[in-house]
């Protein structure tokens, strides 16, 4: 019986991905930027099992049998029609990030379900083929496969749609956990929204290929204060675009709001930190390592912190069979 184990991380986008211009192959309509955490990783064993009729995915402890069991099961499918393989999986998944609450939680599910999955069923693919992979299972997993810095290029095929590392100055993120409960309406559903309902969409997307040109830019210059004001511009036009939908959709909670505005006050006292949010109520603090005590001093008590810094690469870690 075949089986390996694979850990990745999570990643926050500085320039988001926000839209598909094709959902079957989760190609997104903009590139999109990030840094791969190195906090709250997800470990992930994949077994090959002749005798079973169907996968089975045991999430934290628990056996599912809903939509993210059919999830994985479709993503498996994928993997077998590449390996020519019809045999049926068990996986297990330890998950150490708050789950769909807007942490990233399903980069790094499926960033570590495409390394494990390629090694239990004989594949021998490269980081690019993994981004490749892993985007099928959840675009933004794309960038997880990759350490630190990450673009993923928008792509127009499945051969062209990848991530791969970019250089980036050195830098922090501090991670404040608002809300741990599940999103009530899911990035999927929220996207497919978005690009049938909102009259906003067009301007995101061209506005968005831009922002990813200049965060490019200041990531090869170093230029942090350029990075990070793309970045809270970026992730405010992202929820602004979210927001105009019909029926409209909030992930932005008061706190969430509070705490951007306390980041502009940080700003406003000299301290280099700026505010992203994904689809969710936490927001993710940008800023160089030595304000990271600034910036949890300022938002001590708003909610539950984590500092995070530029994280490794999806690993395997043990294979056997
Ligand atoms: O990969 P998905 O389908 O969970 O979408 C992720 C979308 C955002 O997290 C909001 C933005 C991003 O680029 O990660």
Redesign the pocket.
């Known amino acids: 019986m075949s089986t390996a184990t694979a850990i990745a991380h999570p990643?926050?986008?500085l320039?988001?991905?926000?839209g598909k211009r094709d959902s079957t192959l989760?190609l997104p309509a903009t590139g999109?930027l990030?840094m791969t955490l190195d906090i709250f990783p997800t470990t992930t064993t994949v077994s090959l099992d002749e005798d079973a009729a169907g996968d089975i995915l045991v999430f934290n402890g628990d056996e599912r049998a809903d939509g993210p069991a059919e999830r994985v099961t479709r993503f498996l499918d994928i993997v077998r029609e590449l390996s020519g393989s019809a045999v049926a999986a068990r996986v297990e998944t330890v998950n150490t990030v708050p789950s769909a609450a807007?942490l990233?939680s399903?980069?790094s599910g499926f960033a570590a379900l495409a390394v494990a999955a390629a090694h239990a069923y004989g594949l021998d693919l490269d980081a690019r083929a993994l981004s490749r992979l892993a985007r099928r299972g959840?675009?933004?997993?794309s960038?997880s496969i990759i350490p630190g810095f990450a673009i993923w290029h928008a792509g127009d095929s499945d051969e062209t749609s990848f991530a791969e590392a970019v250089d980036a100055p050195d830098l922090a993120m501090v991670v404040a956990m608002v809300e741990k409960r599940e999103k009530p309406v899911s990035?999927?559903e929220a996207?497919r929204r978005t690009v049938l309902t909102s009259p906003f969409y067009p301007a995101w997307v061209s506005s968005t290929a831009e922002s990813l040109d200049a965060a490019a830019e200041a990531c090869r210059a170093g230029d942090v204060e350029r990075l990070g004001r793309i970045t809270e511009v970026n992730a405010l036009r992202?929820h602004a675009l979210i927001q105009s939908c019909d029926p409209p959709i909030r992930y932005l909670s008061p706190v969430s709001v509070e705490i951007f505005d306390r980041v502009a006050a940080l700003r406003d006292a000299g301290i280099g930190a700026w505010a992203t949010a994904?689809?969710g109520p936490n927001v993710v603090v940008l800023t160089r390592p030595e304000s990271v005590t600034a910036v949890t001093n300022a938002l001590e008590g708003i909610a539950e912190l984590a500092v995070a810094r530029p994280g490794p690469a999806a690993a395997l870690v043990t294979r056997a069979g």
Do not use: L, P, T
């Open positions: 990643n926050i986008a320039v988001k991905y926000w989760n999109s990030s807007g990233a399903s980069a959840s675009g933004s997993a960038r990035s999927r996207m992202m994904d689809a």
